[in-house]
Every structure is written in structure tokens, then in C-alpha cells.
DNA sequence: AAATATTTACTGAACGTTTAGTCAGCCATG
DNA sequence: CATGGCTGACTAAACGTTCAGTAAATATTT
């Protein structure tokens, strides 16, 4: 959807974002989607045959985007995996981020009442795992990381990386983030990285 | 409320559970948290103002169901730090648990719009958090614990937690929560554990 | 290239249903 | 016979969805 879709549908999602954003997924109406979007609430059902298959389109395009925030450059394993903390966990929230973040946030509590959001989700969550153990995995093969046992360690660092994310997003601002990146750096420095020989 | 409350609200809270359960956060309404109550509709309003007044001292029976789960005896620091892995994240989750994890997972994706939801969140990160200090302070001072920087490990060890907490309950069964568990009971292990002098 | 037909994107008003919330009154117990 | 716990019938507003219709763009015929 990233670049091919039609301006309408890009307004729909981003008017969908806006309602999320202001009244959360429990008031989330059509109206409300409706009243952040130009255009007139029919037209929503001209696009889509439901409410769910537009919210359905709506988790599409917002993995894209977070996927789109992680794509790494090449560079060394280690400063990939630091990038993907930086993505993942920025020292400074901006607007754009911390809408997808809320947005997925959200999504992911209806995650047990809607197939279709598992899947999605578990779909992500492979594709970050596989990502995060492939860089590993290069780390091990070039001797810049020790080696350990790589589908472990990715899963380690995913749930890490999850809880932080989660738990800045759903406590006050005095959520102490630096102290939490600090701790996710430290904890590739000290699992990951080979002794100097 | 564990004890002191009278039956028809614990029964309320039942139903909350219930309803939370089959219809999502999205879709609670207060007919579905009634039809999951032996007593009439009418009667929810009877004891609660209205519906958000409901949720929020819902929210604070669940997290009190989640506490007592974490309620620690006395033992050494390092197997409270396993009896606490052990809690949040059970190899085998039994329907009690899961649904208190589920309740609280939806729950927080409406942290974002709903104030009294975030203080709470952020109580209990912080209360989780501080147990969690303490825990490995005390280890340090007996010796069983690395010279550690206690704030920092406890940060990573109750992010890592919900990550692993967050991740086992959004995707689907196949996700390899004993992989997560050793490396949980590994990460203690490694980072905390003293080494033999 | 003018005239006509068809399709596409879109709207406003309306539909029946479901929602949160109210209220007059009932029925047991003290 | 008063009071606390409780109910069923109710309402106004909000809900997701439909639909008849329009105006502009595009395709087809003349």
C-alpha cells in the first residue's frame, strides 16, 4: 500500500490514525474516522465493505510503516542492532513515531478477539525475530560476536525492546528512557560482544 | 477489594471478565458485561455511577489478581527473581491466569486515552519495579548478587518480562515461550549471578 | 470531433439496531 | 412500614450501514 494506492484510501488511513489517536480503539467509530476525514462518511463505505475490513487495511499500513522505520542500512552487526534499538526505542519520541506506536499499541489489545490481527501481528513478530537473528547470526560469522546461541538472544532482545517500548508508551513521561536504553546497550555489549583476544 | 467486597460486586467484576473475554475491549458494552451477570442490567447501575466508573475500579480488581499472583515468600533473591519469572511468565498458563493477562493487556491499550488507566499502570510499573530493586539489592548485600546497578538491572529484567508477557499472548501458540524462559533464567544468570571467587 | 453511454468517486438523508443510562416500582428483611 | 437491593420497561442519542442520486471523468458510438 506504502506507494500505490489511491490519495483517498492514503486519507482514510490517516484520518483512521487521527481517530485512534483522539478517542482510542474502544470509541473508535466510524463517524469518528468520518469527522477526521475530508470527504463524507459514506465514501468510507464505498472503499471498504465494513468497518472491519477497513480497520483490517488500516493494521496493514500501519506495520508498513513501522517496517518501513526499521529498515536497516548495511553496516556492521553490531551498529545494526544499535540502529534497531535507536528505531525502536528513540531517546526523543517524535509525532510521526508515537502515533505508530499507539496505534500498534492498541491493535495489539484486540489481538485475541480478531484472527486476523494475530496473525498479522505474529507475522511481524516473526519477521523482526528473523531479522534481529540473521544480523546476529552474521555477528557470530564475522568473529564481532561471541558465539552464542542466536535464535535465544534474538528472542531476548525483541521482548526487550517490546516491553520497553510498551512500558514508555503506557506510564507517565517520567518513565526513566534513557536509563532503559542504556540497559539495552549495555546488554548487547555484554551478551553479545566478543573478548578482545 | 480482595476480601471486604460484597458479593454481588465481586460477581460484577466476574462478569466484566467475562464479557471483557468474549467481546474484546472494543465491543464491552454494559449489555454484554449483563449478560454475563445472573442479575439485571439496572443493577450495574445501582452500584457504579456509570460505565467508566465500572472499568476503572475493574482495572484496579485485575491488577490487584495480578499482584497476589507475584506475591513472594520469603526466599533467597535469586529464587524470588526465578518464582517472579516463573509467575509472569508460566510455561504452562492456566485459564485463570490467562484471562487476568488478557484483561490487563487490553486494558492498556486504552492507557493512551483514559488518565485514571495510565496512573494506574504507571503504579504498578513502578510497584513491580521497586520489588524488583529491592529483590536484587538485597542479593547484593548478601552476596549472591553481583555489584550490579540495581535501578538498571530491574528496568531491563521487568521490560523484558512484559516483552516476553506481551508477545507470548499476540501471536499464535507456536511462539517459543520455553525459549523465553531460559532465556530469562539465563539472563539472570549471567548478568547477576556472582561468580564464584 | 460531437454526441451519447458508462463508469467512477462521491454525497446527504435515511434506515433499523444498539447503546448507555433512567426511573417507577417491587419485594424481602429488620 | 421503612429501607436496601433489585428489576423491567423505557428513552434519547449514537451506531454501522444502505441507498438514491449527482457531477465529473472516461469510453464508445456516430
Keep these: ?13 490517516e484520518a483512521t490514525y487521527d481517530a485512534l489517536h483522539e478517542q482510542g480503539y474502544g470509541d473508535l467509530t466510524i463517524q469518528a474516522i468520518a469527522d477526521e476525514f475530508e470527504k463524507s462518511k459514506s465514501l468510507l463505505y464505498y472503499h471498504y465493505e465494513d468497518k472491519e475490513a477497513l ?6 499500513y500501519a506495520l508498513e510503516e513501522f517496517m518501513a522505520e526499521i529498515d536497516l542500512q548495511d553496516h556492521e552487526p553490531l551498529e545494526q542492532l544499535e540502529m534497531l534499538i535507536d528505531a525502536t526505542v528513540p531517546e526523543t519520541i517524535d ?5 505508530v506506536q499507539i496505534a500498534l499499541l492498541e491493535l495489539r489489545g484486540q ?15 516473526r519477521m523482526l525475530t ?4 540473521s544480523i ?5 560469522e564475522s568473529g ?18 517490546l516491553g520497553v517500548q510498551t512500558r514508555r508508551l503506557t506510564t507517565y513521561a517520567e518513565f526513566p528512557i534513557e536509563r532503559s536504553r542504556a540497559a539495552l546497550f549495555e546488554h548487547v555489549q555484554q551478551r553479545l560482544v566478543a573478548a578482545e583476544s
Tied chains: 1, 2.
Design 95 to 99: 509525532e510521526e513515531r508515537y502515533r
Design 144 to 161: 564481532a560476536i561471541r558465539d552464542v546461541d542466536v535464535e535465544l538472544e534474538a528472542e531476548l532482545l525483541v521482548s526487550t525492546i
Design 130 to 133: 528473523d531479522r534481529v537473528a
Design 136 to 140: 546476529i547470526e552474521r555477528g557470530v
Design 55 to 60: 480497520l483490517a487495511d488500516f493494521l496493514e
Design 111 to 125: 489481538v485475541p478477539h480478531t484472527d486476523v490481527y494475530r496473525e498479522r501481528y505474529t507475522e511481524i513478530d
Design 1 to 13: 500500500m506504502t506507494d500505490d494506492v489511491s490519495p483517498t484510501k492514503r486519507a482514510i488511513m
